[in-house]
């Protein structure tokens, strides 16, 4: 086989949501792209009583930036919910923090969408605008230097680009390469995910309980509502429980999920089966090195519990993009100062994050009887108005 040698703008590493959303992003911006993922990527066709398990709740400031990227259009409306309100419980109180959208006179929360939906989308412009795409390859080395990036597929061909995009998931192939080293915080926890219809209208409302096991840990309990009476769950729960939950049989299962939400929306009726995944927090201890920019789980990956993993994804996309549409037109996209400029953009964005998810995991966490009263006290006070308020608005400017 003959090597070959190709020289791009950016190279960005990793066909997932942010990835396929940054390749779209740069390509409008003027940037020539180049896509690389070790598998083959391809739209999925499903039938319409078939849904992903994969679920995201994406923001209405990034529901509008990919409305920008013409990506938005591109979507079945019929399976998009508008997240109006959404209700959070104690575990020991008798009235949810009740937050609706129209107490800040918006039109949504946000919208809750399938991963597959969204990724067929970005595969179809990209296809459509002629991106390049490299797939089916094994990334086998890579050259981080100030002024380029050289990445080696099959130890035969290389990509030379000035700026590359670590977009590679939470197990990045791109940052063990470069030994960037990662911050990882083991929740003990597995996250189990599953879609159900129900008796009862959801009317638009999300709804979360923070709940505790036999032995007083803590999980949290996610209800997203999906259209025509569905849902998608997350159930965030200590990892034997978790087991103890999936190893039940399935309407056994279903009955603990009811049981869970006070059965607030009547009988529910299992689509599919339930999967799980575990919940650590990850953050890589640089976004950026030389000419090496890494973005979405490659970078950085929370607790599901604050539903903002896709949107921080997205908002590394997005600042990047608006530094190097800042920047002199002299100035190379890989300059040195810009990047750290990124990077210091980027780590205050994840450090409000981080402290909120983590704040409200060792609040829930704790057994404590006083902790308890505090909590569920501070539910219930939250309920005021002008506190309230702010909590909506700060959610939906992510």
Known sequence: MTATQLKTDITIVGAGLVGLSAAVALTKAGYQVVLVDSQAQQQQPYHEDDWDQRIYAVSPKNMRWLTQLGIWQLLDSKRITAMQAME??????????????EDVNADTLGY???????????????????VSVLTGDACTSIQCLPQQAILTLNELHTIHSDLLLAADGANSWVRQQLD????????AQTAIVANFTIAQSHANTARQWFTHDAMGRSGVLAWLPLPDNKISIVWSAPTSHAEALLQLPLDAFVEAVMDAGNRCLGTMSLIGKPASFPLVLKQATECVR????LVGD???RVHPMAGQGVNL????VIDLLNLLEAKHAYQPINDSALLKQYARTRKADLLNMVTLTNSLYHLFESPHSIIKRVRNWGLSATNQQAIKRRLITSAISL
Do not use: C
């Open 88 to 101: 959070i419980w104690g575990d020991a109180t008798s009235q949810p923090l009740l937050m609706d959208a």
């Open 298 to 300: 490659a970078a950085h």
């Open 290 to 293: 030389s000419s090496v920019v």
């Open 313 to 316: 994804g997205f908002r590394d």
């Open 180 to 187: 960037i080293g990662v911050q990882n915080k083991d929740y």
């Open 112 to 130: 809750i969408l399938e991963e597959r939906l969204l990724k067929d989308a970005l595969l179809d412009w990209i296809a459509k605008n002629d």
